[in-house]
């Protein structure tokens, strides 16, 4: 729905894709992940059972990549999105242009990506503003 209805704004803007893939495409890579971060020690327990990933900084919160109900969060599912992109692409740098309120998530999403897989990949946040 949200490419559909933004799409006469890309059509105005010359905006054309190779290819898309949205959220649920990741959604069987998350088990994966998971595994895989848990194997690492880098995805430790947290609060009733909830799965995290301590910061480098302490003064940072922990980031949530599996809630106590076992569910996941976009953090989880940005991480398979990521892991797909580095093995599809082998880009050398990655630039999301996103709202200033997203910027501890993408903060974290790097950390754990970066602790996950050893990456020469650049992983910039260009912060705009409030969309």
């Given at each position: 729905?949200?490419?559909?209805?933004?799409?006469?704004?890309?059509d105005?803007?010359?905006?054309?894709?190779?290819?898309?893939?949205?959220?649920?495409?990741?959604?069987?890579?998350?088990?994966?992940?998971?595994?895989?971060?848990?194997?690492?020690?880098?995805?430790?327990?947290?609060?009733?059972?909830?799965?995290?990933?301590?910061?480098?900084?302490?003064?940072?919160?922990?980031?949530?990549?599996?809630?106590?109900?076992?569910?996941?969060?976009?953090?989880?599912r940005?991480?398979?999105?990521?892991?797909?992109?580095?093995?599809?692409?082998?880009?050398?740098?990655?630039?999301?242009?996103?709202?200033?309120?997203?910027?501890?998530?993408?903060?974290?999403?790097?950390?754990?990506?970066?602790?996950?897989?050893?990456?020469?990949?650049?992983?910039?946040?260009?912060?705009?503003?409030?969309?």
């Open positions: 729905w949200s490419f559909r209805d933004i799409q006469p704004l890309y105005r803007l010359g905006v054309t894709y190779d290819n898309v893939h949205g959220e649920s495409f990741f959604e069987e890579s998350v088990q994966k992940i998971l595994e895989e971060g848990r194997a690492k020690g880098i995805f430790v327990d947290g609060k009733e059972g909830a799965w995290i990933v301590l910061p480098d900084d302490l003064n940072d919160p922990p980031a949530v990549v599996r809630k106590s109900d076992g569910t996941t969060l976009y953090l989880t940005d991480l398979a999105q990521m892991d797909f992109f580095e093995k599809e692409y082998s880009p050398h740098v990655r630039v999301w242009v996103v709202d200033v309120a997203q910027s501890r998530h993408f903060k974290q999403r790097f950390e754990v990506y970066k602790k996950l897989r050893n990456t020469p990949t650049q992983f910039v946040h260009v912060i705009f503003g409030r969309m």
